[in-house]
């Protein structure tokens, strides 16, 4: 009897399905547990509806890696919620576990006070994204977002930018339906705001629209908009800085927003129990680090802030972190300290929700970001992001590990059954029907 070889692997999309594939052409069998329904993970919740080819793309790159022989698929099932990691690791019998489960938590606002105001004019990024991507469907039954015109967005980087984007064209909407018209939201991120209201016989100055702000802590030119190499010289420096502010530049041009640098926040501005404003304060930079301004404090109102700074990967029981990322040994191995037969991948290693910290960062991938998030590309063309998470290195010798760690028929099958136990839990049976009956509807299929 051939040897049998069957991994877990917490987490379908991008370096999760990437594992997986790789294991496959290695002969191993894998089991698949996403805590979502879908595998999709922030190409699906967090990259905004309207890059439709692009989550198109990147969703059947998932669907084919994983609807593959030798694949079995568990969705809504979170480890540490619906099954125990320790139960997993030494009971279950798998030759090893991979934990790719990304970074879905919203790093807190360091603000004293201002978790009292959540869901009163104060949001965090992650909720907010979401509901915006699915909230047209008459399905929903998520939280719904109030959307308020001169909001204030704080953080920095591309997801600070789309929730700007989100901001302004749903105030946008918002705005015109005042005047008795309607524009779709595809519509009017592809013409940007000006085109868009020239489209409806109206100008700018008839919306009324203030439009919103972007405070950052450091200098735009340090905004991780596009990549600039460690090893870089002064040259690439400089030409990457100025890459950084035209991306800037443009979008503010195109969707009325305006990006504030240096300035970072410090208390609420509350008034009748809700969110009016922010303290900010000002900085300026001293040897490379974002060093306050004493005496620089500014009230800012606004009646709604949301926060984009970052996501972190969840707790997950058992599982131990180092601040805000996993216990590993080292990142080139991902091994999770303590434990010889547990490996992290992707945001979970990194301790970063972006997406494009799952795959390697290619010499175009600055004027990518001119085309994808600006929209400056051509006319039915999307620009296609090579989301691979580079992995390869760490994914060998995880492979050649398995290899030595070969099951007995009996703990095959006891997989299996307890596989099955799980799927059926959800009425899974085919992957393809299920991510037929379960893909939320889209925008742009909608009459």
């Known amino acids: 009897m051939s040897d049998i070889f069957c991994v877990a692997v917490f987490g379908g999309a991008v370096a999760g399905s990437e594992a997986t594939d790789m294991m496959i052409k290695n002969g191993i069998n894998v089991v698949v547990f996403d805590q979502n329904i879908l595998p999709y993970g922030k190409i699906e919740s967090g990259l905004p509806k309207w890059h439709v080819k692009l989550r198109d793309k990147q969703e059947q790159k998932i669907d084919a890696r994983l609807n593959q022989d030798g694949v079995d698929f568990v969705p809504g099932c979170a ?16 030759s090893a576990v991979l934990l790719a489960t990304g970074a879905w938590k919203d790093r807190t606002l360091p603000v004293e006070g201002i978790e009292e105001y959540k869901d009163k004019g104060f949001y965090y990024q992650n909720s907010f994204v979401q509901w915006f991507n699915l909230s047209h469907d008459p399905a929903y039954k998520g939280p719904d977002f109030i959307i308020e015109d001169n909001a204030m967005v704080i953080g920095g980087g591309l997801a600070s930018i789309d929730v700007a984007k989100i901001l302004m064209i749903e105030s946008f909407r918002k705005a015109i339906r005042k005047q008795g018209k309607d524009l779709d939201t595809l519509s009017i991120e592809r013409m940007g705001l000006h085109e868009a209201a020239q489209s409806l016989g109206l100008t700018l100055e008839q919306t009324g629209l203030k439009g919103c702000r972007v405070f950052y802590r450091r200098r735009i030119v340090d905004m991780p908009l596009s990549a600039i190499a460690d090893d870089s010289s002064a040259e690439e420096i400089k030409k990457g800085h100025e890459v950084r502010k035209k991306i800037v530049q443009l979008a503010e041009n195109k969707f009325l927003f305006k990006v504030i640098e240096l300035r970072s926040p410090v208390k609420p501005i ?14 300026i930079i001293e040897n490379g680090k974002a060093i306050a301004v004493p005496g620089s404090e500014e009230d800012i109102l ?40 547990v490996f992290v991948l992707g945001n979970a290693v990194t301790g970063k929700g972006n997406i494009k910290e799952s795959q390697l960062h290619g010499r175009n991938v600055s004027e990518s970001i001119i085309k994808n998030y600006l929209g400056l590309n051509d ?39 307890r596989i099955k136990e799980l799927q059926n839990r959800v009425g899974y ?18 009459d």
């Not at 480890?79 to 798998?94: A, E, K, Q």
């Not at 949301?306 to 599982?319: H, L």
């Not at 805000?324 to 990142?331: T, V």
């Not at 049976?429 to 909608?446: A, C, G, H, Q, V």
């Open 270 to 283: 509350i008034k009748d129990n809700r969110i009016a404003g922010m303290v900010m304060r000002k900085n």
């Open 429 to 446: 049976t085919d992957y393809e029907d299920w991510i037929k009956k379960n893909l939320p509807l889209r925008m742009e299929n909608m």
């Open 379 to 417: 006319p039915g063309e999307e620009m296609d992001i090579k989301f691979k998470s580079g992995f390869d290195q760490q994914l060998s010798p995880i492979s050649a590990y398995v290899k030595e760690h070969a099951l007995r028929d009996p703990q095959y099958k006891e997989i299996k059954k």
């Open 79 to 94: 480890l540490g919620r619906d099954i125990d990691f320790d139960d997993i690791v030494h009971n279950w019998g798998f």
């Open 302 to 341: 606004s009646p709604l802030i949301i926060s984009s700074i970052g996501s972190i990967p969840d707790k997950i029981a058992g599982v131990k972190q180092v601040g805000e990322k996993f216990d590993i040994e080292d990142p080139e191995s991902g091994k999770l300290n303590g434990y010889d037969n």
